[in-house]
């Protein structure tokens, strides 16, 4: 099993581009999550799919969206990039959404 | 609110233990996490323990529970340099559809010889 995986590992973006983190998991799991993580602050919520079909807001969610594809994959997509958005973003999942959540690598994304 | 804190740094010398502290603020959370983040990596969960316990112990890790005081604690023994990493503690709290995790700022254990 390869667990969650995420892609890509790094991106460089200018002002206003957009783009897709693309993020699967492989053990089946029923709930999947974006997170953001800065320096000096711990992990914040920007989406979560407690279920297929489903999407809710985090705590961060302004400047994003979010797409549950299917069971595997649950994307973020940033419309046009801030600068305000450089980050480190880890996708998670879990069996429901009552369980341990396990992590993916992070992508580290740069908006100039 | 929701608020998670923990100390930024901690240093200790290979073979002392590390005793790691969190403060949090909702009582209704459900379980509290301890995970570990090495350089470049993502979060990988160490340990958990249920809100109605008080202690556990995993091998060379132990969680100590103060409900009252809303205060957790992770003690590593036998502290290694491969123990060098950002730990975070996170706190669950049950959503309507999902559990939320609250995390820490992280605290950055530097281990050395």
């Known amino acids: 099993n390869a667990g969650v995986t995420q892609t890509p590992k790094f991106q460089v973006l200018k002002t206003g581009q957009s783009m897709t983190l693309q993020c699967a998991q492989d053990?089946?799991?029923?709930?999947m999550y974006w997170y953001r993580q800065d320096p000096g602050m711990g992990l914040r919520l920007i989406y979560y799919s407690a279920s297929e079909g489903t999407t809710d807001k985090g705590e961060v969610p302004n400047g994003y969206n979010v797409s549950r594809l299917n069971k595997r994959e649950f994307s973020l997509r940033l419309e046009s990039a801030a600068p305000s958005q450089t980050s480190v973003y880890f996708c998670?999942?879990?069996?429901?959404?009552?369980?341990?959540?396990?992590f993916g690598p992070g992508t580290r994304l740069t908006v100039l | 609110g929701e608020d998670v804190e923990q100390s930024l740094f901690l240093s200790v010398r290979e073979g002392d233990s590390s005793v790691i502290n969190c403060t949090y603020t909702d009582s209704s959370s459900t379980y509290l996490y301890w995970y570990k983040q090495e350089p470049g990596a993502g979060l990988q969960l160490l340990t958990y323990i249920f809100s109605n316990m008080d202690m556990k112990q995993d091998q060379r890790l132990t969680v100590l529970l103060n409900k009252k005081d809303k205060h957790l604690s992770l003690r590593i023994a036998d502290t290694q340099t491969g123990d060098s990493a950002i730990y975070f503690c996170?706190?669950?709290?049950?959503?309507?559809?999902?559990?939320?995790?609250?995390f820490g700022t992280g605290t950055r254990l530097q281990v050395f010889p």
């Open positions: 998670a999942s879990s069996e429901t959404g009552y369980n341990e959540q396990f």
């Open positions: 996170a706190e669950s709290i049950l959503a309507y559809n999902t559990d939320k995790l609250i």
């Open positions: 053990m089946n799991h029923n709930s």
